[in-house]
T-cell receptor
Framework: KAGVTQTPRYLIKTRGQQVTLSCSPISGHRSVSWYQQTPGQGLQFLFEYFSETQRNKGNFPGRFSGRQFSNSRSEMNVSTLELGDSALYLC?????????????FGSGTRLTVV | EDQVTQSPEALRLQEGESSSLNCSYTVSGLRGLFWYRQDPGKGPEFLFTLYSAGEEKEKERLKATLTKKESFLHITAPKPEDSATYLCAVPAPGDYKLSFGAGTTVTVRA
């Protein structure tokens, strides 16, 4: 079966711009989570959605936002990009939540802010 | 705040040299502990879920074990293709998220 698909794979943006990243979960998975991964901070939780509702949000500024559509696809948006936003952004999907079993991760979107 | 600590940060092994990675956690009411493997530039790949102390899971040269305070990932007779970063994570109770350790980067030389 198809895995978690993230697009685009690579992105280069300029400071001050905004960016939208997309995630298509595994068919049947209703929970979608987003994580930011950097060499210094490791994997940091951004937010989690289930049936179009945000159930939790990590400690990131309001410039980071997301949404989930009725088909469970999700997008995250970062406005007013800063150099420190350069990272690998990972999307993960699950049937219900973290306790139900392992999350399946996509290959990520590598965002570089210049 | 849940804490997940992995050690060592890096491990260099000769092919065939078995070793263990450690993941210690502080979380009330553990609801599972997950091990992932991550290759450079890719997303984490799910390996195991452990739910209770004493539980063991195996996959090829990898075996994960769980105690009340920590988990071990044993790599038996590793091959170069086992080179990767190994991450452990625990679900935050009721918070719908995973708390990850910093990972152990394993390099296996032929």
């Amino acid at each position: 079966k198809a895995g978690v698909t993230q697009t685009p794979r690579y992105l280069i943006k300029t400071r001050g711009q905004q960016v939208t990243l997309s995630c298509s979960p595994i068919s049947g998975h209703r929970s979608v989570s987003w994580y930011q991964q950097t060499p210094g901070q490791g994997l940091q939780f951004l937010f989690e959605y289930f049936s179009e509702t945000q159930r939790n949000k990590g400690n990131f500024p309001g410039r980071f936002s997301g949404r989930q559509f009725s088909n469970s696809r999700s997008e995250m948006n970062v406005s007013t990009l800063e150099l420190g936003d350069s990272a690998l952004y990972l999307c993960a999907s699950s049937f219900s939540d973290a306790q139900a079993g392992g999350y399946t991760f996509g290959s990520g979107t590598r965002l570089t802010v210049v | 705040e849940d804490q997940v600590t992995q050690s060592p940060e890096a491990l260099r092994l000769q092919e065939g040299e078995s070793s263990s990675l450690n993941c210690s956690y502080t979380v009330s009411g553990l609801r599972g502990l997950f091990w992932y493997r991550q290759d450079p530039g890719k997303g984490p790949e799910f390996l195991f879920t452990l739910y209770s102390a004493g539980e063991e899971k195996e996959k090829e040269r990898l075996k994960a074990t769980l105690t009340k305070k920590e988990s071990f990932l044993h790599i038996t007779a590793p091959k170069p293709e086992d080179s990767a970063t190994y991450l452990c994570a625990v679900p935050a109770p009721g918070d719908y998220k995973l708390s990850f350790g910093a990972g152990t980067t394993v390099t296996v030389r032929a």
